[in-house]
Antibody
Framework: QVRLVESGGGVVQPGGSLRLSCAASGLSFTMYGMHWVRQAPGKGLEWLAFIRYDGSNKYHADSVKGRFTISRDNSNNKMYLEMNSLRAEDTAVYYC???????????????WGQGTLVTVSS | EIVLTQSPATLSLSPGERVTLSCRASQSVSSYLAWYQKKPGQAPRLLIYGASNRATGIPPRFSGSGSGTDFTLTISSLEPEDFAVYYCQQRSNWPPVTFGGGTKVQIK
C-alpha cells in the first residue's frame, strides 16, 4: 500500500524559511515523478512544483519561483520543498503527490499524502 | 496559463440523484483533463484522468466526458460518501498544471 507522509509544517514569521519533507513507502519511489500541491484556507488546490523520477528536471509555479525549491533523495525515498521568503499568502496545507505516469510525467496526481499545515504569521 | 472554470459553484442534491458537473477551459486542453474529489481534512482523490478514464478503485458511478474546452463529470446516483468538493485539473502543455475553482456537492 502506497503511503506518502508530509512533515515539517508549522508556524513561521513572514520572511522566514521552512523545509517540508515527504516520505514515501509502498511505492517504487525511484520510478515516479513527484509533485507538491497546496490548499490555502477556504481556497482551491494550487500546483506548486514537480520533480522528475531521477531529479533531472524540476518545474516550479510562477507564484513560488525563486522562493521555493523542490528536491529529492532517492536513496532515502524522500522529497523536499525548501521554502524561503515566506509570506502570509503561503499559509496553506501542503500536500505531496506522486505522478500517475511514473517515468512518463503525465501531470496527474495519483497518490497523495495527508498534508502538513504551514502558517505564516507574526 | 490555461484557466479552468467550474460550474455551478455549489449543488444541493439528495442521495440517489444524478449529478453533472461542468468544467470549461479557456483554450483547448485536448483530453488532458482530470477530476478529483476533496473532503474536509482528507487528501484529494483522483477520480478521472485523460477526460474519461477512471482511476484505480473508482466505482463505475463516476464517469467523465468531453474534449477540447468542455468537460463533464457525472455521478450516476449519489451515495452519501460522494458529498464533497470536486476539482478539475488540466495538464496540457504543462507546466504549469492548473485547477478549476471547484464545485461543492452538498446534501439538500
Amino acid at each position: 500500500q502506497v503511503r506518502l507522509v508530509e512533515s515539517g509544517g508549522g508556524v513561521v514569521q513572514p520572511g522566514g524559511s521552512l523545509r517540508l519533507s515527504c516520505a514515501a513507502s509502498g511505492l517504487s519511489f525511484t520510478m515516479y515523478g513527484m509533485h507538491w500541491v497546496r490548499q490555502a484556507p477556504g481556497k482551491g488546490l494550487e500546483w506548486l512544483a514537480f520533480i522528475r523520477y531521477d531529479g533531472s528536471n524540476k518545474y516550479h509555479a510562477d507564484s513560488v519561483k525563486g522562493r521555493f525549491t523542490i528536491s529529492r533523495d532517492n536513496s532515502n525515498n524522500k522529497m523536499y520543498l525548501e521554502m524561503n521568503s515566506l509570506r502570509a499568502e503561503d499559509t496553506a496545507v501542503y500536500y505531496c503527490a506522486s505522478d500517475l505516469g511514473g517515468y512518463f510525467d503525465w501531470g496527474y496526481f495519483d497518490c497523495w499524502g495527508q498534508g502538513t499545515l504551514v502558517t505564516v504569521s507574526s | 496559463e490555461i484557466v479552468l472554470t467550474q460550474s455551478p459553484a455549489t449543488l444541493s442534491l439528495s442521495p440517489g440523484e444524478r449529478v453533472t458537473l461542468s468544467c470549461r477551459a479557456s483554450q483547448s486542453v485536448s483530453s488532458y483533463l482530470a477530476w478529483y474529489q476533496k473532503k474536509p481534512g482528507q487528501a484529494p482523490r483522483l477520480l478521472i484522468y485523460g477526460a474519461s478514464n477512471r482511476a484505480t478503485g473508482i466505482p463505475p458511478r463516476f464517469s467523465g466526458s468531453g474534449s477540447g474546452t468542455d468537460f463533464t463529470l457525472t455521478i450516476s446516483s449519489l451515495e452519501p460518501e460522494d458529498f464533497a468538493v470536486y476539482y478539475c485539473q488540466q495538464r496540457s502543455n504543462w507546466p504549469p498544471v492548473t485547477f478549476g475553482g471547484g464545485t461543492k456537492v452538498q446534501i439538500k
